[in-house]
């Protein structure tokens, strides 16, 4: 016999099943906290870099007014003053990195000068400040030992040009003693500023060590001194 059930109108109902809106309306609300998180961070954000320039700005409106009052207070009289004292500070930096070592001038002439050689007039010159002019007349015993000198102020590497010039040979005879043959000539060294610059030396502080002193000596050297004393005076008294 047939279920009375199947010829029933109502029509069958499937399963249930839960409904995900509640899940899909909280994961809405999470995302518009966080929205709005960021939302009042870029407000905050914004409102502080706005008030932090306000505040940049007065400040340098503030330097501004500063700077502005200080300048009109200061008279033109002592800016020039001080423009004059600038210029001679940087004149005399100027004159100190062009000085020179003489003592450097005179150990590259030693150097560079033979045995054979002798000099016997000198003089040193300064053109402007670019280098030195040392003139020196030299005798020597022949032409190669000219020649050789020559070469050794070529060779120097503080000298820069050597012009030799009056070159002449003269023949001397003293007494009982053979002829003698002296070359002169006038040696003219250019010497370059920057070869022999100044450069000063630290001088080092150098500790002083004093001992105790020998009271004994000092007590017999005192009393010998007293004897010798009296003994004078007694010699004057008789």
Do not use: C, W
């Not at 940049?56 to 009052?69: G, S, W």
């Not at 020559?150 to 023949?171: A, M, P």
Request: hydrophobic residues 35%.
């Amino acid at each position: 016999m047939p279920d009375p059930s199947n010829n029933s109108f109502i029509p069958k109902r499937g399963p249930v099943t839960r409904s995900t809106r509640g899940t899909f309306s909280r994961r809405v609300y999470v995302f518009t906290l966080i929205s709005y998180v960021f939302l009042f961070a870029t407000l905050l954000a914004v409102g502080g870099m706005y008030f932090y320039t306000q505040h940049l700005k007065n400040q340098l409106d503030a330097e501004i007014v500063a700077f502005n009052k200080e300048t009109n207070s200061f008279s033109k009289e002592n800016m020039q003053k001080v423009l004059t004292f600038n210029s001679r500070l940087k004149q005399a930096s100027s004159r100190l990195d062009k000085s020179i070592s003489v003592t450097s001038i005179f150990k590259a002439l030693e150097a560079a000068t033979i045995n054979t050689v002798e000099i016997e007039d000198l003089t040193l010159a300064r053109v402007a400040d670019e280098k030195y002019i040392l003139t020196a007349s030299i005798n020597t015993d022949s032409f190669d030992s000219t020649i050789f000198q020559r070469g050794e102020y070529n060779r120097n590497q503080t000298i820069d040009q050597v012009t030799i010039s009056g070159l002449q040979k003269t023949v001397v005879s003293e007494g009982n003693d053979p002829k003698q043959s002296i070359v002169s000539f006038t040696a003219v060294l250019d010497i370059p500023v920057s070869s022999v610059p100044y450069r000063p030396v630290p001088q080092t502080s150098s500790s002083i060590i004093i001992q105790n002193p020998d009271i004994q000596s000092i007590e017999s050297a005192s009393t010998e001194g007293n004897t010798g004393a009296a003994a004078v005076v007694n010699d004057e008294t008789l």
